[in-house]
C-alpha cells in the first residue's frame, strides 16, 4: 500500500465525537431537503423533529417518511427539543425564520443549508449578493448566541429522499469559526452512509461554497445527474 492509500480520511477519523445521541430540528423541514435530511438522520436512528410554520404540515411530513424517531411541530418547537438546529427554509425566509426562533435557539448548534441564489434566463443560476457576506454569516449575526456551522449546501434533496439511493456517496464541506461546533456537524455528516464531513474553513469562507450550489446546478442540468464533491487527499 502506498503512503497517500494508508491516509486515515481526516473527515471520518476516529477523533470526532459520538452524536449518535444527539436529537436534530429541522427548520423548513417540509420542503425536499429538510425532509431529505429527516429521512436520512432518522434511518441513522437519530430523534428527528420536522419544523414548519404550521405544525399539522410538519406532522404530515414525519408521518409520510414513516420512520418512528421523525415527528412534526412547529419551528420553534423544533428548534426548542433538538440539541442541533438544521436550518432549511428558502433564502427569501432566512432572516425573518431565524429571527422568530432566536430565543430557542440560544446555546445551540445551528446548521445553515441555505443557498442564496437567483435565477435569471440566459444566465442560469448565480449567486446573489449577501449583505453580511452569506447565508450563515447572516445566521451568525441574526443568532449571536448560537454557534452557527454552514454545511449540506451541495447534497442532492433529491438523492436523500430516494428510497433506492442506499448510499450519499459525497463529501460535506463544514465550515464554522468553533472546532467543536465543526467537529459534531463533521460527525453527524458521517452518520449517513456514504456521506463525509470534512472541515472546509471559517464561517468568513461560507460564500463560495454557497454560491458553488451553482455550478453544480449548471453540472446537474447538463448531465442530468446529481452531483456532489469528493476533496482528495485527506
Ligand atoms: N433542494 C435541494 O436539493 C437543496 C440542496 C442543498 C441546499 N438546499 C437549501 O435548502 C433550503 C431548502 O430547500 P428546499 O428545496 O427544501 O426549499 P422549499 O421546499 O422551497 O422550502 C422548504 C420549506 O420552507 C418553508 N418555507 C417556505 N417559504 C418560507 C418562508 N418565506 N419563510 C419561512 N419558511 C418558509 C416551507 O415549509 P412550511 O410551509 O411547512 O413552513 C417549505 O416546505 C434552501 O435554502 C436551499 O438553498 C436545497
Redesign the pocket.
Known sequence: MTEQQQKTPSGAGTDLPDVSGLTLGI??????????LARRFGLAGHTVVI????AD??QE?ADDLGIASVRGAE?AAAAREADVVI????????R??LESVRDELAGKIVVD?????GFEKGKGMYALPVEEGS?AQQAAAVLPDSTVVAA???????L?LDPAVDGMDLDVLVLGDVREATDTVQALAGRIPGMRGVYGGKLHNAHQV?AF?ANLISINRRYKAHAGLRVTDV
Open positions: 427548520l423548513g423541514g417540509t420542503g425536499d431537503q429538510g425532509k431529505g419544523g414548519s410554520r404550521k404540515r410538519a411530513a419551528n436550518v432549511a427554509v428558502p433564502w427569501d425566509g432566512h425573518a425564520t443549508c441555505v443557498n442564496p441564489l447565508a449540506f449546501h451541495h447534497v442532492s434533496a433529491k436523500l454557497e450550489t
